[in-house]
């Protein structure tokens, strides 16, 4: 059974899940898939996925709809996802990694390694 402080975190990843907005899928892989792979604690590389999907700037993302030229409107820093990244992925990497060193913490002080 993990300490309450552990088992938090992973609630709250899950929270933080539930608050994903939409997105379309990426050629090689689903939304369900990615969500399936956040549920499962495979956090980083959920992430890589949310993050080429909600880009920071409008600038970063690599637009399959863009016909092959580039924009000729200015766009400014209010169209990137900033506070997605901030507020959902930054924050449930941040909690996957606390997880995982309370977890290991928790097998190298039962004895549960080597």
């Known amino acids: 059974m993990l300490p309450n402080f552990a088992y938090c975190n992973s609630q709250r990843i ?3 899940i539930v608050r994903i907005p939409q997105f379309r899928s990426e050629p090689n892989i689903t939304i369900e898939e990615v969500l399936g792979q956040l549920l499962k604690l495979d956090v980083p590389d959920g992430v890589s996925v949310l993050k080429r999907a909600f880009p920071t700037s409008s600038g970063s993302r690599n637009n399959v709809d863009s016909f092959g ?3 000729t409107y200015r766009i400014d820093d209010g169209h990137g996802y900033a ?12 909690l996957h990694d606390q997880v995982r060193r309370i977890s290991v ?3 190298q002080i039962i004895g549960a390694v080597g």
């Open 105 to 107: 913490a928790i097998f």
């Open 83 to 94: 506070r997605e990244e901030q507020e959902l992925f930054k924050l449930m990497l941040e």
């Open 14 to 16: 899950f929270l933080l």
């Open 69 to 71: 030229e580039d924009a």
